[in-house]
């Protein structure tokens, strides 16, 4: 199957600073990427998808200004975490597919950034 | 996106068959039946997915109730390996979205 990476594997960081996670795909071109976040024993929480080329949509709950996505390749998206507090601390994975592929096609996860804010 | 219902959590024998159930009353026609499973601190994996008729892969079968409410999805000889959170998964084929219920902790015992 298509492989998906995401960087840093895991980062600690303190509060107030910002933290960048990228998610490639490595072997594909992602027209949509998708960012979740998981915490500690629950499950996947979507919290945004976005489109090569466009403005991410946000899931109802997320604070745009504060998780910043970029999805300026087709096989590069970027979260930004802003001004990031203890409570942002959290398992995040993306995921991609592509969308142009008008038969049924996988949607493929990274492994996941482990967010630890001090 | 319909809703699935799993159970929290069941319990295999290493060697043993596994039926891990998910009911989907709500399902439309357009959705196909996805099943992912996540290895704890890793980013979840495809299993497999079907439409309507039962689905055959390296890792898994998907039995499709003729109804489309319900589906199984059968490890036919689980391992300490096959230990992780099942989850399953409605979505059409031109949705975008994966949306994650709770899913089924799996627990192989040797």
């Known amino acids: 199957g298509a492989v998906v990476s995401q960087h840093p594997s895991w980062v600690i960081c303190k509060s107030g600073t910002s933290v960048k996670i990228e998610c490639r795909s490595l072997?594909?071109?992602?027209?949509?990427m998708f960012w979740y976040r998981q915490f500690p024993k629950q499950s996947l929480m979507l919290m945004a998808t976005?489109?090569?080329?466009?403005?991410?949509?946000?899931e109802q709950g997320v604070e745009k200004d504060k998780f910043l996505i970029n999805h300026a390749s087709l096989t590069l998206s970027t979260l930004t975490v802003t001004s990031a507090h203890p409570e942002d601390s959290s398992f995040y994975i993306c995921?991609?597919?592509?969308?142009?592929?008008?038969?049924?096609?996988?949607?493929?996860f990274g492994p996941g950034t482990r967010l630890t804010v001090l | 996106d319909a809703k699935t219902t799993q159970p929290n959590s069941m319990e295999s024998n290493e060697e043993e068959p596994v039926h891990l159930p998910c009911n989907h009353s709500?399902?439309?026609?357009?959705?196909?039946i996805h099943w992912y499973r996540q290895l704890p601190s890793q980013g979840p994996e495809y299993v497999i997915h079907?439409?309507?008729s039962n689905v055959n892969n390296r890792m898994a079968s998907l039995a499709i109730a003729e109804d489309r409410k319900s589906s199984t999805l059968i490890l036919h000889r689980a391992t300490l390996r096959d230990a992780a959170v099942y989850y399953c998964?409605?979505?059409?084929?031109?949705?975008?979205?994966?949306?994650f219920g709770a899913g089924t902790i799996l627990r192989v015992k040797s």
């Open positions: 995921s991609a597919r592509d969308t142009r592929v008008t038969s049924y096609n996988e949607q493929f």
């Open positions: 072997d594909f071109q992602a027209t949509t």
């Open positions: 976005s489109n090569e080329g466009s403005k991410a949509t946000y």
């Open positions: 709500t399902i439309s026609g357009t959705d196909y």
């Open positions: 079907g439409l309507t």
């Open positions: 998964i409605l979505r059409d084929a031109e949705g975008n979205k994966l949306v």
